[in-house]
């Protein structure tokens, strides 16, 4: 209800401080009275399939697939420091976004790790991550398996070798467990090994 009304007509404008009047006084609002065609659902419907905004959206930048050509690394100048750069060779690296088929796979020295190991070792880029293609996860906080993920990966693609990098936390055996029963459910005689991170960055 608006003014007592159950909706504004044309003769009521609002001063701007709630009080509804007959006209605009500064004639900043008109109307058009003109007839309309009636309402085609089929002629919508058909408009809307030519719009570009009904064209399906790519979806999320992160799931964009990337290769990085890794340069060989700069000598510093004397007394200077080198920066570290990223030994990361493809993107995305989360096992629940990445392709199960990707030109990466081919060939590949698989690295599956759990998400922490990256932050508790300190040279986890360089003897980790450093010539390999990674995929990480934590099977606790994504609660999934990925086993099949991992067996399709594996089954699919030219995989060379496993390495699987965990934390010594029971739940990190979640991600030690699928990768070894997707390289069994694979068919496939791949050599693998594991890596257990200690919670203080040690390897055991």
């Known amino acids: 209800m608006v003014n007592g009304k159950a909706e504004l007509t044309r003769e009521d404008y609002c001063d701007g401080l709630g009080d509804c009047l007959p006209v605009c006084p500064t004639g900043a609002i008109t109307f058009e009275e003109r007839d309309a065609p009636a309402y085609d659902e089929a002629a919508v419907l058909a408009v809307k399939e030519k719009s570009p905004a009904s064209v399906p959206a790519q979806g999320c930048p992160g799931l964009q697939m990337n290769m990085f050509r890794r340069e060989t690394t700069v000598v510093p100048a004397p007394g200077k420091t080198a920066p570290q750069e990223s030994q990361l060779a493809q993107w995305p690296v989360q096992i ?35 010539g390999h293609i990674t995929l990480i996860g934590c099977p606790k906080l994504d609660d999934v398996d990925y086993t099949e993920k991992l067996t399709q990966i594996i089954a699919n693609n030219n995989i060379k070798s496993v ?4 934390m010594e936390v029971p739940c990190c055996g979640g991600m030690e467990n699928a990768a070894k029963k997707a390289l069994q459910t694979s068919g496939k005689f791949i050599p693998w090994n594991v890596v257990t991170i200690s919670t203080d960055g040690k390897i055991l």
Do not use: E, M
Request: contains cysteine; glycine residues 6%.
């Open 96 to 130: 629940k976004l990445v392709p199960v088929n990707a030109p990466y796979f081919n060939g590949a020295k698989l690295l599956i790790a759990a998400d922490c190991t990256a932050y508790a070792y300190g040279s986890f880029q360089k003897d980790f991550i450093c």
């Open 163 to 166: 390495t699987i990098v965990r």
